[in-house]
C-alpha cells in the first residue's frame, strides 16, 4: 500500500511537469529556462540520472577530469550516495548554481529509491533561469560564482 502511496505521489508530481528550454546562459555556459510562469512550491522537475555508490563515484570524477568534462554531472547525496547525469541523464543537469536561487532540492524516496525532485522556492516569471543552491562543500581551489545575485558569496565551493 505505502509503495502504491509513493507511486501515485510521484506520477502526479511528473503529471505537473513544466515547460523548460535549456538554452545559454547569463551565469555560466548553457542553463534552464522557465517558458511559462511557475508558482511557489511547484514541482519543477527531476534531476534524473544514474543512482551510484560514493567508491564508484571518486572514480568516475577521476575519470571525467581526465577527459577534460570539467566540474562533472554529478549531484551528492547526504548518504554519500552520488546520482551522476553525465552519461544517462535529463536536462535538470543544466540547472545553474545561485546564492539566491529560484528553486530547491529535495531528495524523495520513492519505492526504496532515492530520487532527487526541484521545486520552485519562489514564483518564477516565464524568461527566468532556474537555479538552486549547490550547498558544495567548502574547498581550497574556489570556483568563482557568477549568478549575479546581490548576495552572491562570491565562489561555489
Ligand atoms: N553560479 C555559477 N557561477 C559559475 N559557474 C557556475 C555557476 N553555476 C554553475 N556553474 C558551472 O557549471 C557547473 C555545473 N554544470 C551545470 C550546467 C553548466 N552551466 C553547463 O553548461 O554544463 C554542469 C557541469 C558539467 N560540466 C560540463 C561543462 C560544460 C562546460 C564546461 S564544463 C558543467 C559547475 O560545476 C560550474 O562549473
Known sequence: AAEGADLLKATQ?????????????????????????????DFVIEYV????????????????EKMGIGSSYL??????YVVDATKRGGIARFINHSCEPNCYTKVISVEGQKKIFIYAKRHISAGEELTYNYKFPLEEKKIPCHCGS?????SLN
Do not use: M, N, T
Open 75 to 80: 549531484f551528492r547525496l547526504d548518504d554519500g
Open 13 to 41: 508530481l511528473k503529471a505537473r511537469k513544466k515547460r523548460l528550454r535549456f538554452q545559454r546562459s547569463k551565469i555560466h555556459d548553457w542553463g534552464l529556462v522557465a517558458l511559462e510562469p511557475i508558482e511557489a512550491e
Open 150 to 154: 546581490r548576495r552572491c558569496r562570491g
Open 49 to 64: 540520472g544514474e543512482l551510484i555508490r560514493p567508491r564508484i563515484s571518486d572514480i568516475r570524477e577521476r575519470q571525467y
